[in-house]
């Protein structure tokens, strides 16, 4: 059974780079069949999709965030990671990696989510 | 791309029917018919409910049902149950790969 597991800091100082790691398990990144996604949600606020990324490196992001965000994906680890620069106290959210089927629009498959709190 | 609108709160009685409007344009919800519901109960990750506006995965029950009409989706429950109190997020593709989310909305069973 596939499951995706975030990791990465959960405090993040203002103006620096959030850095967060989605390891895939029970499954290869590398299947044509998917992307790979990052969506947040900040405290007590709904949800918001950030990107994705296919495992050849090609990337979408959302266009409120593009400026900021680089997703990336490490084939060899079954890995894809999520960097946000110069945050803000904004930026503070649980922060989900999840899957979505290429030629489709939905999230099928989330990580439980990890808590980033950007503070000084 | 701004947020598709939903009501803040819904609410039902056991065995009631709900609706949960989701609102876009004909650049998102209009033009496309890839719009998916997830249930986020407290504290929890969000659930896969519908996709392509009407489809449910396995295991989702049929009480579970959305449709859409124009530029507005709609997520119907029926024959409610205490453990529908959750919160409900639509989600539609907007054009060059870009999802866009809902408020939410909060169904409280009474």
């Known amino acids: 059974q596939l499951q995706l597991q975030e990791s990465g800091p959960g405090l993040v100082k203002p103006s620096e780079t959030l850095s967060l790691t989605c390891t895939v398990s029970g499954g290869s990144i590398s299947s044509s069949s998917y992307y790979w996604g990052w969506i947040r949600q900040p405290p007590g606020k709904g949800l918001e999709w950030i990107g994705n990324?296919?495992?050849?490196?090609?990337?979408h992001y959302n266009p409120s965030l593009k400026s900021r965000v680089t997703i990336s994906v490490e084939t060899s680890k079954n890995q894809f990671s999520l960097k946000l620069s110069s945050v803000t106290a904004a930026d503070t959210a649980v922060y989900y990696c999840a899957r979505r089927r290429s030629y489709f629009y939905y999230m099928d498959v989330w990580g439980k989510g990890t808590t980033v709190t950007v503070s000084s | 791309q701004s947020a598709l609108t939903q009501p803040r709160s819904v609410s039902g009685s056991p065995g009631q029917s709900v609706t949960i409007s989701c609102t876009g344009t004909?650049?998102?919800?209009?033009?496309?018919?890839?719009v998916s519901w997830y249930q986020q109960h407290p504290g929890k990750v969000p659930k896969l409910l519908i996709s392509?506006?009407?489809k449910r995965p396995s295991g989702v029950p049929d009480r579970f049902s959305g449709s859409k009409s124009g530029n507005t989706a709609s997520l119907t429950i029926s024959g409610l149950q205490a453990d529908d109190e959750a919160d409900y997020y639509c989600?539609?593709?907007?054009?060059?790969?870009?999802?866009?989310f809902g408020g939410g909305t909060k169904l409280t069973v009474l």
């Open positions: 004909s650049s998102d919800v209009g033009a496309y018919n890839f």
């Open positions: 990324i296919f495992y050849s490196g090609s990337t």
């Open positions: 392509d506006v009407s």
């Open positions: 989600c539609s593709y907007a054009g060059n790969s870009i999802l866009v």
